[in-house]
């Protein structure tokens, strides 16, 4: 199926640790994003990559690093996880800036 | 700078019934795009409608259209013969196509009533 993909669906985990987000899209667009959704459901954008470059970043912690290996993936590594990181991350990927994005079906992480 | 405000944060309608869900957006580019998204209960974030700031004709999805007045700066989802499917989160946002930062606002909780 031709879809924006990531892994894992939920990640619980402690405080303190370094955990990663995958996401893979496989139609082709050149621009992926990743978006953080609160309690409040506030959906914020954290970082934008087009073809492997990037573009946005967002204020968003150094421990937050996004990487991508080719314009099909863009991975986001968080370290040192904080009780507040919990949160709804979603990727997104678009055929061009400023296109409507498609999204993923999003990663509910829990720090404990 | 880009902003997006949705003023009802939760709305009841009946069954079959139109809705219109409001959303106004303030932006200093002149070359935009406004966009519609639903969220059902499930979590997932499902595009729904997509309007540019130089279309001259409002843009209709199915049962969606968007009610597009530029000098008010509005961009109305209208949703016609609503269905219980449709109960959600929806969300408006705007894209300048200058930064091509995609800016939500707070949504607009849908409860359709049978």
């Known amino acids: 199926d031709t879809a924006v993909s990531q892994t894992p669906k939920y990640l619980v985990t402690q405080m303190g640790n370094d955990k990663s987000i995958k996401c893979e899209q496989n139609?082709?667009?050149?621009?992926m994003y990743w978006y953080k959704q609160d309690s409040k459901k506030f959906l914020k954008i954290m970082f934008s990559?087009?073809?492997?470059?990037?573009?946005i970043n967002e204020t968003v912690p150094n421990r937050f690093s996004p990487k991508s290996p080719d314009k099909a993936h863009l991975n986001l590594h968080i370290n040192s996880l904080e009780l507040g990181d919990s949160a709804v991350y979603f990727c997104a990927s678009s055929q061009d800036r400023g296109m409507p994005e498609l999204f993923g079906q999003g990663t509910r992480l829990t720090v404990v | 700078a880009q902003k997006i405000t949705q003023t009802q944060p939760g709305m009841f309608v009946q069954e079959k019934e139109a809705v219109t869900l409001d959303c106004t957006y303030d932006?200093?580019?002149?070359?935009?795009?406004l966009f519609w998204y639903k969220q059902p209960s499930s979590g997932e974030m499902i595009f729904l409608i997509y309007q540019g700031s130089y279309d001259q004709q409002n843009a209709t999805e199915g049962r969606y259209s968007l009610n597009f007045q530029k000098a008010r700066k509005s961009a109305n989802l209208v949703i016609s013969a609503s269905q219980l499917g449709d109960s959600a989160m929806y969300f408006c946002a705007v894209s300048n196509f200058g930064n091509e930062k995609l800016t939500f606002g707070t949504g607009t909780r849908l409860t359709i009533i049978p």
């Open positions: 932006t200093s580019d002149p070359s935009y795009g």
């Open positions: 990559y087009n073809n492997k470059e990037l573009i």
């Open positions: 139609l082709g667009h050149d621009t």
